[in-house]
């Protein structure tokens, strides 16, 4: 059984930094494409970094690219994201998700910003950002 939890949100003041993570269980995460999505209040869900794991190849939206980094553990079968330089912006629920379907980079590069590509998802962590 495929499971996701994610963990190390919290509240910073703006230009703090946070390390969230996304530990999986149910299957090893080498070889597929996992993401970080995000949904503030009011807004819809939103792709935020996407790592295909069989070669650590990343992806960004336009919005965190220079502050996040998102990257893998594959000793904890955990991705990270370290957000850098918080705006009240980023304040939102972050979420994980893997998407089992696709083990080469060439399916990630084209979807990992897509929702719908991904089969599983964790219950999110909350970020708050205050000005």
């Known amino acids: 059984q495929v499971q996701l939890q994610e963990s190390g949100g919290g509240s910073v003041q703006a230009g703090g930094s946070l390390r969230l993570s996304c530990a999986a269980s149910g299957y090893t995460i080498g070889k597929y494409c996992m993401g970080w999505f995000r949904q503030a209040p009011g807004k819809e869900r939103e792709a935020v970094a996407g790592?295909?794991?069989?070669?650590?190849?990343?992806y960004y939206a336009d919005s965190v690219k220079g502050r996040f980094t998102i990257s893998q553990d594959n000793a904890q079968n955990t991705v990270h994201l370290l957000m850098h330089s918080l705006k009240p912006e980023d304040t939102a629920m972050y979420y994980c998700?893997?998407?089992?379907?696709?083990?080469?980079?060439?399916?990630?590069?084209?979807?990992?910003?897509?929702?719908?590509?991904?089969?599983?998802w964790g219950h999110g962590t909350q970020v708050t950002v205050s000005s």
């Open positions: 998700a893997a998407a089992l379907r696709y083990t080469s980079s060439y399916g990630c590069a084209n979807f990992w910003a897509q929702q719908g590509a991904y089969d599983y």
């Open positions: 790592i295909y794991t069989g070669g650590a190849t990343t």
